[in-house]
């Protein structure tokens, strides 16, 4: 059914999805993705809106990317954020920094309703390989400061939902948590970050658009750079 759009005022989106489940769940979870599909916990979805297609799904080509001196600010800034890669399990720690950053930064969306047992599906229900990275920084408390849940993917990493401290803004750590997937994809001699779906004319999405080079996925096309 259709609903309204998340991303562009007085539009309504619908959702076509299939259930990833079975021995075949993760070659199945690699076809539908490079065909533009999105996972959230045992379903995979992309976008059936009447009219529009507005939301297309990218990925970052590693082996292009160039550091600019903007990233490179970053990365400078959080010297002092230590990565940890973990099993899919839900903590407290991260549900409430999970809760503070839908708060500050998506109130009123229906992810803020969301209770520990509907984040604890979120991260554990996943018939793929999935990881939980955490970022601490490298303090005697090692304060949780942000936290991505992603996919592990024959060609790449394909970030599935990510969060951080929203006080923090100086240190852009959303930012940071694409660009050290970047590095880990390019250490493990893969292709590809994918970013899920980019509306070019959403705010919200607008960053994704500084990472290039950028791919598009335009269905029948396949894969296109995006000029």
Not at 23 to 37: E, I, K, P, V
Not at 100 to 115: E, I, K, P, V
Request: proline fraction near 5%.
């Amino acid at each position: 059914a259709a609903m309204p759009c998340p991303y562009l005022p007085g539009r309504q989106e619908r959702k076509l999805f299939t259930h990833l489940t079975g021995r075949r769940a993760t070659s199945l979870h690699h076809l539908l993705s490079d065909n533009g599909f999105r996972r959230s916990q045992n379903l995979i979805y992309r976008p059936a809106c009447d009219g529009c297609s507005a939301c297309q799904s990218v990925r970052i080509v590693v082996g292009g990317f160039e550091m600019s001196s903007r990233f490179r600010r970053i990365r400078k800034i959080n010297a002092d954020v230590t990565v940890e890669v973990c099993a899919p399990r839900a903590t407290a720690e991260q549900y409430a920094l999970f809760k503070r950053y839908l708060d500050a930064r998506h109130s009123g969306g229906g992810m803020t309703q969301m209770s520990f047992v509907d984040y604890e599906y979120m991260v554990e229900d996943t018939p793929v390989q999935t990881v939980v990275v955490e970022y601490r920084l490298a303090t005697p408390r090692r304060e949780l400061v942000a936290v991505a849940l992603t996919d592990v993917m024959p060609d790449g990493l394909s970030m599935v939902y990510s969060f951080y401290d929203p006080d923090l803004d100086r240190r852009g750590l959303g930012n940071l948590l694409i660009l050290d997937h970047i590095e880990q994809v390019w250490l493990a001699g893969l292709d590809y970050v994918y970013l899920g779906y980019w509306v070019k004319d959403s705010p919200k999405m607008a960053y994704k658009g500084m990472f290039r080079p950028l791919e598009v996925q335009r269905g029948p096309l396949g894969w296109q750079r995006l000029e």
